[in-house]
């Protein structure tokens, strides 16, 4: 963890990107979310781990805007976005990638990129609209492709042909279009080998600081190597927050989710960047 992350954490100084409180959501017999509250650091990179069940996904569509809580709120930058729909808040500067990749398959990767921009930018292509303006759109898109490490060679491929990590490159680029103040990153590593897995983990790592993310991921490696902070989620409830170090070695959370003091526990890697 960076002093300056460190430092806002301990003290609570200034606003946090991202501030749930006492979120609650249930489905009739099952409470998902108990008393979720959880900060966000500006910058930081924060991982939420938990056992399958733990209530993860209902908490991501809780931020992400898909579900409503029953009680709670939730703070954007200071904002209270907790009444907003979904593109109210990627319009507010709240992004997400999903489990599943979402991108348009049918389309070249380039023209996916050129329409999440178009998107965001609120432009619609008119058969009177600028060539400047188009070409600049283009250009935009290019550049995006490049910070996200997508090859130029890939721009005029069918998005659904790429290799699988390659389409979770696509579509961490198109969460990224709109610049979000907070990225929500739902299990990204889903469904990859570990040579793709240790790709896209360096790409997330090169975007530290361009958003502060929160990172839902089963992959432990990737997890205790990327996150500044870490919060470990429970029975819809979370137990622990710390930074990885604190984390492995929390009794709670190794009896509840990492396992037994048998049980190793991934240390955080050095980055290889």
Same mark, same amino acid.
């Given at each position: ?36 509250? #959880? ?36 703070? #954007? ?14 319009? %507010? ?8 990749? *979402? ?8 023209? *996916? ?25 283009? !250009?935009?898109?290019?550049?995006? %492709? ?24 696509? !579509? ?9 103040? @907070? ?33 839902? !991921?089963?992959?432990? !490696? ?21 930074? %990885? ?7 709670? @959370?190794?009896? %509840? ?17």
């Amino acid at each position: 963890m960076t002093n300056t992350i460190a430092a806002a954490s301990k003290a609570g100084s200034g606003t946090a990107a991202l501030q749930a409180r006492g979120l609650m959501k249930r489905f009739g017999a099952l409470q998902a979310t108990n008393d979720v509250s #959880l900060d966000l650091v500006p910058g930081e990179i924060h991982g939420l781990i938990g056992p399958n069940g733990a209530g993860k996904s209902t908490l991501i569509h809780l931020l992400s805007g898909t579900l409503s809580p029953d009680s709670g709120q939730l703070l #954007l930058g200071g904002r209270d976005v907790t009444s907003l729909s979904g593109h109210e808040r990627v319009a %507010a500067g709240l992004a997400r990638s999903f489990q599943i990749t *979402n991108i348009f398959k049918n389309y070249t990767v380039l023209d *996916n990129l050129v329409l999440a921009l178009q998107a965001c930018s609120g432009s619609s292509f008119r058969f009177w609209r600028a060539r400047q303006a188009e070409t600049e759109l283009y !250009e935009q898109a290019r550049a995006l %492709a490049a910070e996200c490490a997508i090859d130029a060679s890939l721009l005029h491929t069918q998005a659904g042909v790429l290799p699988h990590g390659e389409q979770r490159k696509v !579509e961490f680029a198109l969460a990224l279009a709109s610049r979000p103040q @907070v990225l929500l990153l739902d299990e990204p590593m889903a469904g990859m080998g570990p040579d793709e897995t240790l790709r896209l983990t360096e790409l997330i790592e090169t975007m530290r600081g361009k958003a502060t993310m929160l990172l839902v !991921e089963h992959d432990m !490696e990737a997890v205790f190597r990327l996150a500044d902070r870490i919060s470990v989620l429970v029975a819809g409830h979370i137990i622990a927050t710390g930074t %990885a170090a604190e984390i492995r070695d929390n009794e709670a @959370v190794r009896q %509840a989710y990492l396992g037994d003091d048998d049980t190793p526990v991934p240390t955080k890697v050095e980055s290889h960047a």
